[in-house]
């Protein structure tokens, strides 16, 4: 199984609906990201969260949410789904950057979203 | 702010031939990330560099790190179809601890026969 598992792997959805993409790890780490990926574009950070209790927004947090359940699981949600965020969506997770750790990221099988 | 700048950002390249992708970043940084991609895949970790000077190679990639020039280099040796895949740099502020990877917008390379 993946360390690192998000469902669903593929929506397609309608303008105006709400979407959850969960994210659940078991890898222990602390720290989650959500990611958006658009061709041309690379990844862009929506938002992450360092602990459970500690939510960030990142570089294109408009139109998200997300909710830290627990130190495992990290969900999006989109409240009112519009073309424009028609993407692929990785969650990822790290341990912080320090003596012992890298701090690089563990990444999610993606989930690729449609909104029509 | 910090920006992180790939180039090229589309590589068409013969088997068999070297060639060299560049990552550079706008402030201090120590420590540099090498993902890989597969067309509709997830992202896999190549490599990490941890300080100025760091140098790692697994097959035919090697990557560098300078962090006075903020510039770290992906170089492929002998090009093979199998390394066709889009390469990303991500970039972590100098030891803020408290800060996301920046990552740049990748370079997609294409090995052809």
């Known amino acids: 199984d993946a360390d690192v598992t998000q469902t669903p792997r593929n929506r397609i959805t309608k303008t105006g609906k709400r979407i959850m993409l969960e994210c659940s790890q078991t890898?222990?780490?602390?720290?989650m990201y959500w990611y958006r990926q658009d061709p041309g574009l690379g990844l862009r950070l929506i938002y992450y969260?360092?602990?459970?209790?500690?939510?960030n927004k990142g570089e294109i947090s408009d139109g998200y949410s997300v909710s830290r359940q627990a130190q495992a699981k990290f969900s999006l949600s989109l409240e009112s789904a519009i073309p424009n965020q028609t993407a692929l969506y990785f969650c990822?997770?790290?341990?912080?950057?320090?003596?012992?750790?890298?701090?690089?990221?563990?990444f999610g099988e993606g989930s690729r979203l449609t909104v029509l | 702010e910090l920006k992180v700048e790939q180039n090229p950002l589309f590589l068409s390249m013969q088997e068999g031939k070297n060639y060299t992708i560049y990552c550079n970043y706008s402030?201090?940084?120590?420590?540099l990330y090498w993902y890989r991609q597969d067309p509709g895949k997830s992202l896999e970790s190549l490599f990490v560099?941890?300080?100025?000077?760091a140098v790692k190679q697994e097959g035919r990639l090697m990557a560098s790190l300078d962090t006075k020039a903020r510039l770290s280099t992906l170089h492929i040796t002998a090009a093979v179809h199998d390394l066709s895949a889009t390469y990303f740099c991500a970039v972590d502020i100098f030891r803020s601890g408290n800060t996301p990877l920046v990552f740049g917008k990748g370079t997609r390379l294409s090995v052809i026969a």
């Open positions: 402030t201090t940084s120590d420590r």
């Open positions: 890898k222990g780490h602390d720290r």
């Open positions: 990822a997770t790290s341990d912080a950057a320090d003596a012992s750790n890298t701090g690089e990221l563990f």
């Open positions: 560099l941890l300080s100025n000077g």
């Open positions: 969260s360092f602990d459970v209790k500690d939510i």
